[in-house]
């Protein structure tokens, strides 16, 4: 089982809907990670968070910890906002590692 | 602009040759790390460095090496050991080796023929 389980797998949503894509992990973590892939495969860092909530622009993300649950919601969704959003976790400790959830990949139509 | 730069996009080799993957950053990140990408599965890391001269194997180190001779740089070696080496690879930095954002390179497509 994987430690970090994302859902949905894929999403496709029209433009200007209000969409929710959440991530459950199974271990303690320092930090959670937003991710954005797009087509071309390069990674963007969206939201890096240990507690509460986090805005940009569009872009919100929450994180419940006592749930070990977080969402990531983008409102007034658009095309471009089409790729996949991948959630990964930090267990912390003395060294860096991300562990990765396979991603959600969302489609936005016009 | 400060960022990471991964060389080539995409790499074609033949089976049984070993092939190097360039991941360079101008951040001045202390650590870096090497990260593949097959369908469906999440990123896997191979290696990851934390300081100059120093690297720790990762999940999926075997048929993989890499060295860290310089802090900008963190090149990716795939041997002819690694049994099924095409997949995508993703190149990070991070400040430190704490829970610091991570910065990721565009990755590099590499299929083996």
């Known amino acids: 089982k994987n430690e970090v389980e994302q859902s949905p797998q894929n999403l496709t949503a029209q433009e200007g809907e209000f969409i929710t894509i959440n991530c459950s992990y199974s271990?303690?973590?320092?930090?959670l990670h937003w991710l954005q892939q797009h087509p071309g495969g390069g990674i963007v860092s969206l939201f890096m968070?240990?507690?509460g909530k986090k805005k940009h622009g569009r872009l919100i993300a929450t994180i419940n910890i006592q749930e070990k649950h977080s969402s990531l919601h983008i409102t007034a969704s658009h095309p471009r906002d089409s790729a996949v959003y991948i959630c990964?976790?930090?267990?912390?400790?003395?060294?860096?590692?991300?562990?990765f959830g396979k991603g959600t990949l969302l489609t936005v139509n016009p | 602009d400060g960022g990471i730069t991964q060389s080539p996009k995409y790499l074609f080799r033949k089976e049984g040759q070993n092939v190097t993957l360039s991941c360079e950053q101008n951040l001045n990140h202390d650590a870096m790390y090497w990260y593949r990408q097959d369908p469906g599965q999440g990123l896997r890391l191979i290696y990851y460095?934390?300081?100059?001269?120093?690297?720790q194997k990762g999940d999926i180190a075997e048929g993989y090496s890499v060295s860290r001779e310089k802090k900008e740089s963190f090149p990716l070696t795939v041997t002819s050991a690694q049994k099924n080496p095409t997949a995508f690879y993703l190149c990070?930095?991070?400040?430190?080796?704490?829970?610091?954002?991570?910065?990721f390179g565009q990755g590099t497509r590499l299929t083996v023929v």
């Open positions: 968070l240990s507690s």
């Open positions: 460095s934390q300081i100059v001269n120093d690297f």
């Open positions: 990070a930095s991070s400040i430190d080796q704490g829970a610091g954002e991570a910065f």
């Open positions: 990964a976790v930090n267990s912390g400790g003395s060294n860096y590692k991300l562990t």
């Open positions: 271990v303690g973590i320092s930090a």
